[in-house]
């Protein structure tokens, strides 16, 4: 059965069965940091598919109030609402991940690999901070 390239493959094209932890099912994608195992919750991935929607819906909005040269204060606020909307879509991803793939990690008992996703974690935070 081939699925696809990163949807279920190893890196040589062969298709790999997906095992299960906790209920999830794993796949190592080859597309991730280090093939981790990326597999967002269901309810995670609509809400997010959804809020992305209607995010994408008001940036087109404020286009159009900057192409009928509307009021700043209002080309603002909306601006400030779509900031907020992402911030909500960023942390619903980032508690989906801290509370699967951080949680195996701390799970495994494999200190490298704890390292790793402390690493990783305390990176993303940062950059999310600028």
């Known amino acids: 059965?081939?699925?696809?390239?990163?949807?279920?493959?190893?890196?040589?094209?062969?298709?790999?069965p997906p095992d299960t932890l906790w209920g999830y099912v794993i796949v190592l994608?080859?597309?991730?940091?280090?093939?981790?195992?990326?597999?967002?919750?269901?309810e995670t991935a609509e809400f997010c598919v959804k809020r992305l929607g209607k995010i994408e819906g008001q940036v087109r909005g404020v286009s159009?109030?900057?192409?009928?040269?509307r009021y700043c204060i209002d080309v603002l606020t909306q601006i400030a609402a779509i900031r907020a909307a992402l911030r909500k879509v960023e942390e619903a991803v980032?508690?989906?991940h801290?509370?699967?793939?951080?949680?195996?990690?701390?799970?495994?008992?494999?200190?490298?690999?704890?390292?790793?996703?402390v690493a990783e974690l305390m990176d993303v935070i940062e950059r999310s901070n600028r």
């Open 1 to 16: 059965m081939k699925l696809g390239p990163g949807l279920n493959e190893n890196v040589y094209g062969t298709y790999v």
């Open 29 to 42: 994608d080859t597309y991730t940091r280090y093939g981790y195992p990326s597999s967002m919750e269901k």
């Open 64 to 69: 159009r109030m900057i192409e009928e040269k």
């Open 94 to 96: 980032l508690k989906d």
């Open 98 to 117: 801290v509370s699967h793939c951080v949680a195996h990690a701390m799970a495994s008992g494999d200190a490298a690999e704890q390292s790793k996703k």
